[in-house]
């Protein structure tokens, strides 16, 4: 009876924490802390963990050698200190079990996935509110305002987070045969649209690349030619008409970079250039085993001061490059860029395998392509909401797949 109730509780915790997600950091981390501790007591984790080297072998192994080679790179790192703060982020993937042996139950699956979705549209309402001119009631993170209306999520994680949930919702919509649909649908264009709103082109990378993806494995495969090609010829209409509107200032913003990059013009390119010029010089220092964990923002701060006519916005050093695959390259040579590669290589070749027909299944490989694609211009894999989320949704889409593969065998 008391690990019944330890259990019950532990659901309950999760679902709290993903309606305020995206309110509050703080509130949800002291909730998946409590949830962890309860899920521990009851077996509820240790479970999760069974399910998930069951049926993600190759991934989890990847991850702990992931984590392996973070503790390992503390040893030649110039900032100890630094690296174990980097470590400690890390903690978000350890609620992936506890998501799994909670979602394999039906009932607990639907009020998660209800959860996350009240979570998302409330926090969507504020983003219309705060476009509209309302301000936020708490101070918004950097690079969200009436212009960019990221909401309290921000504009680096806004479209990944939203992404994925609008592809969600599709899917889910395309299998209903009733008037919900069109309810789920409507959900996914505003989110969508606001996607293209808010000023982040990790955001328009991820959405596009999603829908394509989504559109393919469902139906676009099935079509003849003459579909296909009409289909193509609208998604290009559409993509030119979203390049001229709303995300116009920011492609000619990083049109007008790359132009002064290629012409050796540092000071005039994008601030995001020059921190991946950095990456680049702080790699180099130590091409082979990298510079360590933690040690990227001393490093950064020796190579700013060598080169003055870089343009950093007035910074003097900073701690990650908006790029992962440069991260890990930085801080642990190419053995590092390597792993991060079959991390995400084998998130999303276990996705593309299920029946992408089935409900939920999808989410395994549309969060770990988002997050792949996200990384191209995200802080880090530690990255909070990216983290959080696509570890969710991960662990969803493995909870959904774990239920059917039990009700198969039995």
């Given amino acids: 009876m008391k690990k019944l109730d330890l259990h019950t509780l532990t659901a309950y915790l999760l679902c709290t924490a993903m309606v305020l997600i995206p309110f509050s950091i703080a509130a949800s981390n002291i909730l998946f802390g409590v949830a962890l501790v309860s899920g521990f007591i009851s077996g509820c984790w240790q479970k999760g963990a069974s399910l998930l080297w069951q049926h993600a072998k190759p991934l989890t192994i990847i991850w702990m050698i992931y984590i392996a080679l973070m503790m390992i790179g503390l040893t ?36 998660m996935l209800i959860s996350i979705s009240l979570g998302l549209v409330l926090h969507l309402i504020l983003c ?20 960019d209306p990221a909401g309290l999520i921000g504009h680096i994680s806004f479209g990944l987070v939203y992404g994925i949930w609008a592809a969600w919702l599709v899917h889910t ?7 919900k649909r069109y309810l789920l649908w409507g959900l996914a264009l505003l989110a969508i649209s606001m996607v293209f709103i808010v000023q982040g082109r990790s955001g328009y990378l991820v959405t596009l690349s999603l829908i394509v993806i989504m559109a393919w494995k469902l139906c676009l495969r099935h079509l003849n030619m003459k579909w296909l090609l009409g289909i193509t010829l609208i998604s290009i209409i559409t993509i030119i008409t979203i390049i001229s509107g709303p995300a116009k200032n920011r492609m000619e913003s990083t049109f007008d970079s790359l132009q002064s990059f290629s012409q050796g013009d540092l000071k005039h390119a994008e601030i995001r250039i020059s921190m991946w010029y950095i990456s680049w010089q702080a790699w180099k220092q130590s091409p082979w085993i990298g510079i360590g964990t933690g040690g990227f923002p001393s490093i950064s701060h020796k190579i700013i001061m060598q080169h003055p006519n870089l343009n950093l916005g007035g910074d003097t050093s900073f701690a990650v490059p908006h790029n992962i695959y440069i991260m890990e390259l930085t801080r642990w040579g190419p053995l590092g860029l390597i792993t991060l590669l079959l991390f995400l290589g084998s998130w999303i070749r276990m996705g593309w395998k299920v029946n992408w027909q089935q409900p939920h299944h999808l989410l395994i490989a549309l969060s770990g392509i988002a997050l792949s694609v996200h990384g191209l211009s995200s802080q880090a894999i530690e990255e909070y909401h990216a983290s959080v989320y696509t ?20």
Avoid: Y
């Fill in 76 to 111: 030649w790192s110039p900032d100890i200190h630094r690296g174990l703060i980097v470590l400690s982020k890390q903690w978000s993937w350890l609620i992936i079990p506890l998501f799994i042996s909670i979602c394999i139950e039906k009932v607990w699956l639907n009020r």
């Fill in 128 to 147: 219309v509110l705060q476009f509209i001119g309302m301000p936020l009631p708490v101070q918004a993170p950097g690079g969200s305002s009436a212009q």
């Fill in 173 to 179: 919509g395309w299998f209903i045969k009733n008037k």
């Fill in 391 to 410: 570890a969710v949704f991960l662990s969803i889409g493995l909870a959904a797949l774990a239920a059917q593969k039990s009700t198969e065998n039995t």
